[in-house]
């Protein structure tokens, strides 16, 4: 019990040192009148978004609330093996557990997003006003603002899942918080990416390259809108996509640990309180982690991205020692299971290294897309597109490896466990990736604001670390999902006490068919969807540059109607985050309950296969074309301006999407399908 | 025994036909002075590149015989299962049969490549001089040259299957024929769909981006190197795709049919001999179709098109009722297999169907790009993106669909014969794919030799065409690979006697990861081949117009270095070719020996899966882009010239690699790998 309770300690550590870093946050100066003008647009823009999502998914987890308290805690079709549990003593009481845990999990990942988007949306102009001073004050402002998310997602994680299980003590009914957790983060993942890019893009082709404007600059109606989607996308929906990727690869371990053949099946077994554990003592070196990122005034870039890189191995390193301590003291836990979580931390770091490889202007990859740029658009595209397939064969191998590895020291629960273990420092590596878009927006104010230049070239060089760091981060969430989502698959074959989806089986080689189909539709519906919105966005740029005086020229007094831009991203992106999340959620229902159980595990592989090619792919091709288009711009093959540049920024757009809307999007559908069928499998038998 | 010997004469007769139409075609006139210098080049110029491409071939093609000659023939290692076999009485002397197997199947593959590029090569100019006369003389040599190939490729495949078949009466060893047609498919496919692409690519960049030149310019040193690559890509790579799945189905139906569990070992045994008999009864059918495709002199595109559509459904249908009433009339074939049959038909047609919607310029997807394209080149690039992604829900469906249908009809046998069914009118399908590069190669040549322009008109609408068959075609070519490829996978279980490839056994879930990656890597490195190769064409066009006086502005007498193009094209697409061929044949094999015959059943269907999503994303993108290009051509947003076409050049340019080099290599890489599975896999146990 005493490890729950510390579990749970560390939560709420986390949650009270995030709040003390808001107050600090806060507390900074907010700048002059038109700093903290722009800041106020952002910040209504934002927060606007997020009230009217809240609102229409309010309605969403109402629905699936009564359809889990009815299917699956009161057991209407006769199916359900929540009754059988209860009559195992786990549960005295019948109710509505399994829906009341999903309610949780969708309040949880909600006030995540939330939190997360209101620091950002606070540190942004605080940032941009710190860095008047110098580098080093805005960098420790946009990096605890980071850390507020960060903390704040482990913090609720952990708090949530443990005290659930103690409640419970069945995994049944918490896989209900990762299915609430799931379902917020896969529409805040796909609203928000369409959001974002939809205003990103429809800037960029108008502002930038029909009326020549630079980034950032304030006649641009869509720049507002571009910068609100930084937070909706980048914080609020990274935040949840990695809120469920934690919580679930906790759930899921606990499944594999309690359904297992021969498990002790105690709600304290040490192999049921390891993930709990080993999540608390993540955060603790999280929080010490966090406080070492500090660098000197006259830093480079090269000692900024030390100063995170320390906090982050710092993090881990002591993570890993205390957990090696731990499970040296537990006569129970055999030592293998350290190497697993090594194993856990050893395969995110390589897959993020891997990611960085092959989208930061350092190295050959970057360049050749540069250089190929000279020769025209579909050069820059062919590629780009290169280089992002190929770029899978690291992360596929490193993968593959990390599972062998994991499986051979402690079967199917040692998947689990290595997520958990990847996921253990999330506190940190979180901030450094929610830092990114604080930065970035704190140079769309100091641009707009018509701060001094030196500012921007600051607040340039911080968000510049920001894409090196959230690259890496890419990498890593897609890898936790995988990991994740695989033990979420194997706790879905114990649970329905099925134990082979053997692809002989024409209904296994359907099922991964379809499975592999989704993560190709869903990327092709979002990809249509900004598609659309950044077409809508583009008009109405283009009407606002014709219809209003003087707005062009730069006339004084006069502004363009952000709010207009803002509100067709808003509209576009709810309307078109409704069909994808529908069909993740039917998909492995319909699949289980017409093609049957088996199918429905040959899906899951099939999507976890597909999606993980396919999301990488996209997310490293993105990342490649945006620096291959600021290799450019610092003055290679013509630099600003010429042919290849405006190439290169073809590359960029087209890229957008790609890393922020489709392929992230994935990483969520893979692991909502897998937790779907976790709680919905008994109805399939 | 009757039914082998009339397969075989099926096959007999449609190498007389096709040798009756290639002397029907050569003996027409091959045009004027103008036309027979630009056809000679031409013919040189693909010529040489077969010439080269075999030469490095033989070499590959000796190393293979000698591996299987001694690891499998004479069982070096003591784990091939050959003896064994032998010891059941099939063979009587031991020999290197599965070599000489393999080598009959490369041997085969090269002359059905060799033919059919011969008859091509001729086609283009007796088409475009017949053009002269009208649009039926053109339609019948154009369509006959692509006869030629179609016959070449079923004759060729079923009298080398049924011979080999009758001689050695054992699976595995014409399992042989299979791994000789795909090897050197792989290397016709990959290369040939290089040297195409880089050549058009470099054509459509430098001639008519930068130097504003129209289409097939003679002006344009590109021009012959890309007239080249539509005769070494889309004819010579097209044919030996085909004609490995083809032998492919029909070698994976018998290994099937003879190894399931109670199987009735016989070489007559009715479920054994009927692909083959189908495929005869295919060939008499696609005969009789080939002969009904004509139309009147002032036909439209309507009617050209129906008229192929009767052919081809006449066919189908002929081949039905013959199929059906050979069932019929034999006691010990239920008649369950006829509806197998059908299903294999269906699926083709449905996939064909699907593909068309998505790719032709007369619905929704295809005018959603060029109105998208009004808004940039990143807005075209996305919208095809799209449309891609999910145009493969359909296929996926429905490939789905007859997997489950012809299982539970015939279990993995059915899989086997649905293939063979959707392949068994080849001769007219693959007639009328083949038939669009002469009519494009024969509007080239009008363009370059200065023929009145109503001649280029009448081959255009020939080309029109043969882009809509040809789009079927590559659907066709996808589903029936993925079928026969599974057939293949399914066929590797059973000689190993392997009964389940469980995805919750950590090696079999890694090793379809790896398969999965596969495609990916496959893709990349062709597309950044054809990205490569494609910058040197396009710096040695840009040479030529600097240094060559009186190019560019078409001064009489003087004339680009097209040999120099070619020369560009030829040795880039070679080199190209060698990795990625390694890599196919060597990945199942290290997967078996390293991780084990598990593991390499789920990297088979982990192929399966991800390439067949990959390869229909690609062909449809591909597709799509082309027409869109066309529609805006047509006058559609701003026509020829606007900024909306420029957009969609850069689509199509993007898509040409697509479409015509990735997405088609991966059809045999999936078919190579489960080949060499099964040929190889004993030794693996």
Excluded at 314 to 341: E, K, P, Q, R
Excluded at 407 to 423: D, F, Q, R, T
Excluded at 634 to 654: E, I, M, Q, W
């Amino acid at each position: 019990m005493t490890e729950l309770y510390i579990a749970i300690g560390a939560g709420v550590l986390a949650l009270l040192v995030a709040a003390f870093l808001f107050r600090l946050v806060t507390n900074q100066p907010s700048g002059g009148h038109a700093v903290q003008e722009i800041g106020a647009l952002i910040q209504e823009g934002a927060m606007a978004f997020l009230r009217r999502e809240y609102t229409i998914l309010a309605g969403f987890v109402v629905i699936i609330f009564i359809v889990l308290a009815v299917l699956i805690d009161f057991n209407v079709t006769g199916n359900s093996t929540i009754e059988n549990l209860i009559s195992d003593g786990n549960l005295s009481v019948t109710g509505p557990w399994t829906a009341i845990a999903y309610l949780a999990g969708a309040i949880g990942s909600a006030l995540a997003g939330y939190i997360g988007m209101n620091i950002a949306v606070r540190g942004n102009t605080r940032t941009a006003t710190a860095a008047e001073t110098g580098l080093n004050p805005a960098l420790r402002i946009a990096f605890n603002s980071g850390a507020v998310m960060g903390l704040t997602v482990v913090g609720i994680g952990i708090v949530g899942v443990t005290i659930l299980w103690l409640i419970f003590g069945n995994p049944n009914v918490i896989a209900g918080f990762g299915f609430g957790a799931s379902s917020i983060a896969l529409f805040a993942r796909v609203g928000g990416g369409i959001y974002t890019k939809a205003a990103d893009v429809g800037a960029d082709l108008v502002g930038k390259v029909e009326a020549g404007l630079p980034e950032d600059d304030p006649r641009n109606p869509a720049v507002i809108a571009d910068n609100v989607g930084d937070n909706v996308g980048d914080v609020a929906g990274m935040g949840a996509d990695l809120f469920e990727s934690y919580a679930g690869s906790i759930i899921a371990t606990i499944a594999l640990a309690w359904t297992a053949a021969n498990a002790v099946q105690d709600i304290e077994a040490p192999k049921i309180v390891l993930p709990m554990m080993l999540a608390g003592i993540g955060i603790f070196a999280s929080i010490i982690g966090t406080s070492i990122v500090r660098t000197k005034d006259d830093a480079t870039m090269g000692n900024l991205l030390w100063s995170l890189r320390f906090g982050i191995f710092g993090a881990g390193i002591l993570a890993l020692i205390g957990t090696g301590i731990y499970i040296l003291m537990n006569d129970s836990l055999s030592f293998d299971l350290f190497w697993v979580i090594l194993v856990g931390l050893v395969v995110g770091q390589v897959i993020g290294t891997a990611t960085e490889y092959f989208t930061s202007y350092e190295f050959a990859p970057v360049k050749w897309i540069a250089q190929q740029s000279q020769t025209g658009h579909p050069s820059t595209i062919i590629a780009g597109i290169a280089i992002g397939l190929y770029s899978t064969v690291i992360p596929t191998i490193a993968i593959a490896a990390g599972i062998w590895i994991a499986y051979e020291l402690a079967g199917l629960y040692g998947i689990g466990l290595a997520a958990v273990g990847m996921l253990s420092t999330l506190g940190i590596t979180l901030a450094t990736d929610a830092y990114g878009p604080v930065a970035d927006n704190a140079g769309g104010i100091a641009e707009q604001a018509g701060l001094d230049p030196e500012v921007r070239e600051r607040t340039d060089s911080l968000d510049a670390l920001g894409n090196t760091t959230a690259a890496t981060g890419k990498g890593f969430a897609i890898g936790s999902a995988v990991l994740t989502a695989m033990a979420l698959m194997a706790a879905y074959g114990q649970v329905i006490d099925i134990d082979s989806f053997d692809l002989l089986q024409p209904k296994v080689l359907i099922g991964a068919l379809v499975g592999a189909l989704l993560p190709f539709l869903f990327a092709g519906l979002t990809m249509q969807a900004v598609g659309t919105a950044a077409g809508h966005m583009i008009e109405e740029v283009r009407r606002q540059f014709r219809e209003i005086p003087g707005l062009r020229e730069g006339a004084p007094g006069v502004r363009p109607d952000a709010a207009r831009a803002v509100d067709i991203s808003t509209r576009g992106s709810l309307k078109a985050m409704i069909l994808p999340g529908l069909i993740a959620i039917a998909a492995p229902i319909l699949v289980g309950l017409f093609v049957g159980a088996h199918a429905l595990g040959g899906m899951l592989a099939g999507s976890i296969i597909a999606g993980f090619l396919l999301a990488i792919f996209m997310a490293n091709a993105g990342g490649a074309w945006d620096n291959a288009k600021k290799y450019i711009e610092l003055g290679n093959f013509g630099g600003k301006g010429s042919d290849p540049h405006a190439a290169a920024v073809t590359g960029d757009t087209v890229g957008d999407p790609f890393k922020d809307t489709s392929g992230p999007a994935i990483n969520i559908l893979l692991k909502l399908m897998a937790v779907v069928s976790l709680i919905f499998g008994p109805l399939f038998i």
